[in-house]
């Protein structure tokens, strides 16, 4: 709903800078009696983890979560059963390089929140990003971890699909590559890796950056889920990917593609399945028809900006009104768009368990 | 905020479905004494009114507009004073024919919500689209008519910038010609008038239906106003505007093309202006910069998607699971996406107006 | 929530001041396939309208409530059954006496919102008291009609069990004398309607006026509505009770008198039942523990002021500072107390559809 | 706004049980650059720690504060200076005795949430009451501390003014004596000392417990702050003090008294002042005027029940259905309404701290 909480049943509001004590997040309104253990939590933290490869920014971060309230542990010692009170998850910040900001801290960079942050507090801390930092997300695959148990029909998956100017090829799409350990990209498409990786090494030796596309699918998802208007599902979906930090775009479904074809062309047409269910012949709704979830698998996407932080000098000012040219140290990524992907996991994966609580409170039709 | 409720101090509730007796809206937190007339009103409702050209539905429907509360009346008689308290429109239906709604009653219509209300609601009113309707906006461009009252340095204008496979020439973008007599498609490009309405017009007598993509530019927005990472400015604007029936994309500034460009292309430079304000060199971040409005123009883009109902039969199923050819007939726009210009503006304005209340009472900075 | 809506999942607000065209209310979120007609809800309205009495103000409304939206009608042209959408219900003003205000539209009148008004908006809308006028409270009647819907099984029924210093006898209580034709109190104790009107007759003539106590009982309520400290079932009840004009206090249970009493006496034990349920020996806690409803009656008592409309002229002071002396002319009541019967259940039996939709949503469990 | 958060602008979510590993609050929306210590607060939450005399439970608990993120150090590396991002607050558990709850496990107490937990979850944490612990209030007291910050011109002071039979007489009414160290019961009367302390040694003796009212008084509180109807200021008071544990009632200003009494007692006459703003020459109102303040103190009591956890043997049912006799060990509180006051306090704080930032957003006019 608001400045740091987003969800209206399932409601995640997070806490936290880059360079504080912590970071975290409160779910508040979780159903009783769901099992999960620490494990894993911290499993999908894991994925969007940095320091992992020579493509992601090299601060060393264990992001290891603690689960405070709202559980009580089950005789196993292990797995936790939500109690329906508020559930408290903590991050504690390792790595925090005292650094000099010196410079940083009175130069507004281009392509960052500075200058925006100075003009709407009249006061921001300049360590990190504050509250823009990319760790701030890993509150957000925390409570995405404990939605996805909401529904455990429900799969929802994250792919890379464009880097920069390069592509990969949907022919060779392979969910199960996702995870491999020699795909340090997310992507789909196996022959994608080693362009994937010449591309990004060149930017990256030339201090440079560049921006993604990321897909997400969220399969098993009961009709139903959404509203016609306000609050449609799609809505919510968008909603919550454009709060993530660098998205300046947002689709479902065929999105803009839609906009460039006929009626007859983006008509998603239905015969009769065997199982009492319809079949639709083709998917350009992304799922979700007048704001409601069909039954079909949920597709979104979004674009991802390159990374801010370069190397090559820009031209700004500083908070003294004196023109000077930006140059950015430090650890960062050539591509904050890998990392993106469990993030943007996460964000459908809440928007959805939202949804189905507020479609049983209001219909009891779940 | 949640299902017909949008934003969070300046507060729309819409009303409504396309047959009953009236539709409209309450505000809800418009601060007092701003002064607006019916008038105002009025213009704004008459921009997005059926009827007026061949390209559009031949409803005929006065959209007259009636403010039931919230206001006392100026000496003059005319001009309204905001008190503070719920601002209720109303607009009533007057061209409801009783047309015979038999057998789509009974179908799915294939990318209509037909079936996902079945699945949600277990109910549906058939008539016209019910709560999906297009007549449904007409409460939100009322709305956004006082939204733009609030700020009233500011400035909200929409273009269509493509339609199917036609697009404008940016190069003759002209803001003025936008309202002009002999321009039915809201294009900023006089060019691209006859393009159109060759183009559209073959769709229209195929029975077939197109996109389009629309632009928002809202320009005079004062620095501040957003919030680093939920309720982020481009968020809400992204979330508004996915609100609108058949929109299937959003993008902010330059937008998915973001993604493919390098940090250093991206990156909008700064140098310091004479009024103690930065000149930005560019606008690629659309006006919005870590979620917070940087003082340059914002400027939003919506993918609407071709009207589902066509003339031409598409597969599908019916209430009972008969398979069924569906063809809709009656009135209907061969291009929705003409009339979301003003739509599109309303909801831009609303979620700005919003966000500088928002501003004012964190920070009392306005 | 929020300025003038109330309700999480079942959402009522309210629009409307006392002398302008209409006033009414939005209600979202109502579950569909709720099946109601305009006459029950009529009915309700008819129980707190105006002109019914000698004890009741004489303004002449008939108060009649016309149902916009969110429905559709059964074969029987009569019945309503909700789709989901909002329901907007309105009731037009009719009887507005076009009299001189000008006196008063310059004095502050103690007891009111005159001054108050003021000091937030810097303009008030001084006839009938604009938006604090009782006329408003229709809207909340009238949406209370549509909450009782939602609990089959559930009965929500008032009582004004004092006026000033006369009290009922308790051990008269009769639930059927309520909508007694010689009842023109809402007192369950015949014996009292002499002592009542008396009394009030008195206050009448010296132009003065008297407060009152209401109390709310609501039957068949299930057990685990609520929430253990925010959102509980009692808070939110005596949030909206404190939002009725005038109402100056809330008790649930036994209220104040727990604070005199030791915890022996004030513990409710409880015996386990024949029918799997436990039997409470008493209800001190008026069927709510730890937020959350017992499954017994729930109990919840309002103090209402004397309205503070009277003929003793008083001192105060006028827009421009000066010291005056007011007294109110007009139609008004001697006990607003009265009309606040039906007000009251209608608050306490949207306080209650709300948390069944809010414990549907978050446990699946009714 | 929802079930562990309230306030609209001022938003306060509390999370955290009795017997997990920590406890705390974030507070969301509060202004950037308020200055504050993390001494003040914890100076606050002191108050209201238990272990400080023999009246009050012997748990002994450091309730020492963390604030972990939402500030910058100011260069006195002590004052904190909020960044408007949220603050989050911790307090960890420690004295955590591993006792056993075996029975209680099993047994629905009289009076506590048991039974009700139980039917709302089908799950509970029995562990010291799980969620409806005293110690949740913690996070409260830490969140009014900063709310007490927003309007520094502002004080809000409690005090018990009476307990189970006995009160304090008013005429010796001494705000300083509250916090001294002869004083264990937050009573402005110093003569009532010996009268609590023999009563209430004569309470805990005999195994039981007594209940007791508040009153706070918040003074330096503009006019101007509410709504006329919904969000009136005392609501958002009442559902502030009713959200805390074993309240039954609340009262505005003469509260339940108004009920008594006529129209012209009632009225809170004025005159003009010398500095421009009206005088009143009395307070019933309690400081506010249809919802919204006058300027003037502004007085709420609440009613706390007895511990319903007390020695006396009580009947009550178990988790199978059995009849069973109850009887709670353990440290507890005979009148748990004493630590109440710096509770109630806070909630009074936080109440008027997020109107002030609604009126300013609404406004623009503090």
Redesign the interface.
Same mark, same amino acid.
Not at 314 to 317: F, G, M, P
């Given at each position: 709903? =608001?400045?740091?909480?987003?969800g209206?049943?399932f409601?995640v509001?997070?806490?936290? @800078?880059s360079h504080? *004590?912590?970071?975290?997040c409160?779910i508040?309104?979780c159903?009783?009696?769901i099992r999960f253990t620490q494990g894993e939590i911290q499993a999908e933290l894991d994925k969007r983890r940095p320091g992992q490869s020579r493509f992601v920014t090299q601060r060393r971060e264990p992001d290891e979560v603690?689960v405070? =309230? /709202?559980f009580?542990l089950d005789g196993d010692g292990t797995t936790m059963?939500s109690?329906?009170?508020? $559930?408290?998850m903590?991050i504690e910040n390792v790595d925090q390089r005292s650094k000099d900001y010196g410079e940083i801290a009175r130069q507004?960079r281009?392509?960052?929140?500075d200058? !925006?942050?100075h003009?709407?507090? /009249? &006061?921001?801390?300049h360590r990190g990003g504050?509250?823009?930092s990319a760790r @701030?997300t890993a509150a957000r695959v925390a409570a995405g971890a404990l939605a996805r148990k909401l529904l455990p029909e429900m799969t929802v998956r994250g792919a890379l699909i464009?880097m920069?100017?390069k592509q990969i090829d949907r022919a060779n799409w392979d969910w199960n590559f996702i995870g491999d350990a020699e795909n340090p990209f997310f992507t789909p498409d196996r022959a994608s890796v080693p362009v994937f990786a010449d591309y990004l090494d060149g $930017?990256r030796k030339a201090g440079?950056?560049?921006?993604?596309?990321i897909e997400i699918v969220a399969e098993g998802v009961p009709?139903?889920?959404?509203?016609?208007?306000?609050?449609?599902l799609?809505?919510?979906i968008?909603?919550n990917l454009? =709060?993530?930090?660098a998205v300046?775009?947002? @689709? &479902?479904?065929?999105?803009?593609e839609?906009?460039? $074809? !006929?009626?007859?062309?983006?008509?998603? @047409?239905?015969?009769?399945g065997n199982d009492?269910k319809?079949i639709f012949?083709s998917n350009n *709704?992304?799922g &979700?028809?007048?704001? $409601?979830?069909?039954?079909q698998a949920i597709v979104a996407r979004f674009?991802?900006?390159? !990374?801010? =932080?370069?190397l090559?000098p820009?031209?700004?000012?500083d908070v003294d009104?004196?023109?000077v040219d930006v140059m950015t140290k430090g650890r960062h990524d050539p591509c904050v768009?890998i990392r993106a992907v469990p993030i943007g996991e996460a964000m459908v994966a809440c928007a959805i368990a939202d949804h189905y609580?507020?479609?049983?409170?209001? !219909?009891?039709?779940?």
């Open positions: 709903m =608001s400045h740091n909480t987003f209206h049943l409601r509001t997070t806490w936290g @800078e504080g *004590a912590a970071l975290g409160v508040d309104g159903p009783p009696r603690k405070l =309230s /709202g009580v059963i109690t329906g009170t508020p $559930i408290s903590m507004y281009p392509g960052h929140a200058y !925006t942050y003009m709407k507090y /009249g &006061i921001r801390d504050g509250r823009s @701030e464009s920069g100017e $930017i440079s950056s560049v921006g993604a596309v009709a139903g889920l959404g509203a016609p208007i306000y609050a449609k799609d809505q919510d968008a909603s454009m =709060s993530i930090n300046k775009g947002v @689709e &479902i479904g065929n999105g803009f839609a906009a460039r $074809i !006929t009626g007859e062309q983006n008509a998603d @047409e239905m015969r009769m009492d319809p012949l *709704a992304g &979700i028809l007048g704001g $409601i979830s069909t039954g674009a991802v900006k390159p !990374t801010s =932080s370069i090559t820009r031209q700004s000012i009104g004196n023109n768009g609580l507020r479609h049983r409170g209001q !219909t009891g039709r779940v």
